[in-house]
């Protein structure tokens, strides 16, 4: 059935509002899924927002920043490993890859083995850059952090979400498992129904 929703437009009218896709197991109440999700999704746009500001300032873009911190982490390393360590797309961090290497904040060589893949590092004004702005993002960032949470629970959060995100990681399903759960779920919310 469809009605309209006051802007001319039609849209599906759901049947009962309480239909519920089957979960395998349900958490408590008081850490639903949904509400890890919009407060890590706060988290980050509140880090993001205040680490913006100062990035701008240097012409910087989140990406960049991302580049110029897992290089000044792990002295150099390919896009791809770039990108499965910080959670970005490849292809997202060639771009901001390519903005770097014409401001002369990393350099890139021919990755042994391999013809077709860059090695990328900082080089010595990128680690410059990296170690000013990394001052100012924590001088800010971090100070804020810890004064409302102190020094113990901000580690301790962070040894939290990270091994969330390892358990999560560890547990991901393949493109065909993810498939073959949406097959599942789905035609059992289609049953469930009313006619």
Do not use: F
């Not at 980050?44 to 205040?50: M, N, S, V, Y």
């Not at 969330?164 to 393949?174: I, N, R």
């Amino acid at each position: 059935m469809k009605r309209t929703n006051g802007n001319g437009a039609d849209t599906p009218e759901l049947a009962s509002a309480s239909v519920r896709i089957p979960s395998p197991q349900r958490l408590p109440d008081d850490a639903t899924l949904v509400n890890v999700l919009v407060t890590t999704s706060r988290l980050k746009r509140a880090l993001q927002h205040g680490a913006t500001e100062i990035l701008r300032a240097a012409g910087l873009t989140m990406s960049q920043w991302l580049i110029l911190s897992h290089l000044q982490r792990a002295d150099s390393g390919t896009l791809t490993q770039i990108a499965v360590a910080t959670g970005h797309d490849a292809g997202a961090l060639s771009r901001a890859a390519h903005l770097l290497l014409q401001r002369r904040l990393i350099t890139a060589t021919q990755a042994p083995g391999n013809r077709r893949s860059l090695r990328l590092a900082l080089s010595g004004p990128g680690r410059a850059l990296h170690e000013l702005l990394d001052a100012h993002t924590n001088q800010r960032l971090a100070k804020a952090l810890k004064a409302n949470l102190g020094a113990p629970a901000l580690q301790g959060m962070l040894q939290l979400m990270e091994r969330a995100a390892a358990s999560l990681d560890a547990s991901a399903p393949t493109s065909r498992g993810a498939c073959h759960d949406a097959e599942r779920v789905i035609p059992e919310y289609e049953r469930s129904k009313p006619m």
